[in-house]
């Protein structure tokens, strides 16, 4: 049945028949129709009724935000959650300005009762997070003052974070040591920002004064430590923790090959694995750029094993790094043969990643792209392509200079040799010279 149908004969429309309608909505001009009779019949007055239609415009991908907008202004008696469902829709469609206008709106207005709530600040602060706008935040800061909700942990979390990504962290020092109530998000954030921030005295202090220690800050710190290259104070902080998952593992892989530490690398990883912890992607990713760096092909080859036996040698970023580890291990054989078995579930790091090998091993003259097979576009190359053929140019550029160089000793040589012939002929002829008997 139809929208039209199903309105028509209704004099007047039930909460329950509006949300079955509203499911039953593929278009505008259909949502138009239910929106129309809605307003007709006087239900959309009603402050439930008009949130149902409110959050199924937000939520409704085809619908659009600018069109729960005009739901908002035809609507009376509107509440706090109408007004929430439109701000968080404008920060969800990136528009965290369109939020902020709507909230200062709302604030103004005197015909409206209703003023910002706990849930109204923090899908302010958050938008102004997801576009760096401290400015704005600044504002909704002392709104949050304003308005009482200085004491509110969520309020309080989500201000620490909007600072934290706007990398000013005096500020999020400041809301945090200022906050009454704080829980493991509040520690988790502001650790989180000194971390991005790159301060480990800072977040050292934060990590040491942490109430409880979660994998997530222990994790991050590893990470930060091994970025300073405090490798034996990551150690000691992993050997510390009494829970660890895969994340923790990888996180200390990923600290010895970021201070080349090749072999603590390996070792580590084989601890890893033989401990039954699931190995992912991006420690596979790590410890193939070790045994490429170390010069180790058998480990590489070990784990190209293993990523085949756990389903996942077929990524094609695995894909890259093993073409990668055996063109650098001089095993540009295997490395050829992986390409040519891996087509065309190829990308550009793929293709230059063959190429730059070819370069590496001397073969400047290699053909990589397997018979009845096409390459990528010439404007698809990426920069070290055409870094990989300077170099192929710049290699011949040699070779030619040096035959060039040869040549000409060599025809020096024979002009010596032909001037040596003549003056002894010459000695000769003179009796100057007696010859050999």
Not at 99 to 125: G, H, Q, S, W
Not at 321 to 348: Q, T
Not at 410 to 428: H, M, N, P, S, W
Request: hydrophobic share 40%; glycine share 6%; aromatic share 8%.
């Amino acid at each position: 049945m139809s929208i039209a149908r199903a309105i028509k004969p209704v004099a007047t429309l039930s909460l329950s028949a509006l949300e079955s309608l509203l499911t039953r909505c593929p278009t505008v001009s259909q949502l138009n129709q239910v929106l129309s009779h809605a307003t007709t019949t006087g239900l959309l007055n009603n402050p439930f009724a008009a949130s149902k239609v409110l959050t199924f415009a937000a939520n409704t991908s085809w619908v659009g935000v600018d069109y729960s907008l005009r739901v908002l202004n035809q609507a009376k008696n509107r509440n706090g959650f109408m007004w929430n469902v439109v701000m968080r829709a404008f920060v969800g469609m990136d528009r965290p300005k369109d939020a902020i206008l709507l909230y200062k709106r709302m604030c103004l207005d005197e015909n409206e009762d209703v003023r910002p709530d706990k849930f109204t600040y923090p899908i302010l602060i958050h938008g102004c997070g997801l576009q760096r706008l401290e400015f704005e935040g600044r504002e909704i800061h002392c709104g949050t003052l304003k308005w009482g909700f200085r004491s509110d942990v969520y309020v309080g979390n989500t201000m620490i974070n909007m600072y934290s990504v706007c990398g000013n962290m005096v500020d999020a020092t400041k809301v945090f040591d200022e906050c009454p109530n704080r829980d493991s998000v509040s520690w988790n954030t502001l650790l989180s920002g000194y971390i991005q921030a790159e301060n480990i005295e800072a977040a050292k202090l934060v990590f040491d004064g942490m109430p409880i220690r979660n994998l997530i800050a222990s994790n991050s710190m590893i990470v930060l430590l091994g970025k300073k290259g405090l490798v034996v104070e990551a150690r000691e902080l992993f050997d510390r923790m009494g829970e660890k998952c895969m994340v923790s593992w990888s996180a200390l892989v990923a600290c010895y090959e970021n201070n080349a530490m090749y072999e603590e690398a390996l070792v580590t990883f084989k601890e890893m694995h033989s401990s039954g912890v699931m190995i992912d992607e991006v420690v596979m990713l790590t410890i193939l750029s070790c045994s490429a760096d170390f010069g180790v092909v058998h480990s590489g080859m070990l784990i190209h094993g293993l990523a085949t036996k756990i389903g996942i040698a077929s990524f094609v970023n695995l894909q890259n790094a093993l073409i990668h580890m055996y063109s650098k291990c001089d095993g540009i054989k295997d490395a050829e043969s992986l390409f040519n078995a891996s087509y065309p579930d190829l990308d550009m790091i793929s293709w230059n990643s063959m190429i730059s090998g070819h370069m590496r091993n001397g073969n400047y003259l290699k053909k990589s792209v397997p018979s009845n097979r096409s390459q990528p576009r010439g404007d698809e190359l990426y920069e070290n392509s055409f870094v990989s053929s300077a170099c192929f140019v710049k290699q011949l550029e040699k070779q030619r200079r040096a035959d060039q160089e040869l040549k000409k000793r060599v025809l020096k040589l024979e002009f010596c040799l032909q001037e040596a012939r003549t003056q002894i002929t010459r000695k000769l002829q003179r009796g100057r010279i007696q010859p050999v008997v």
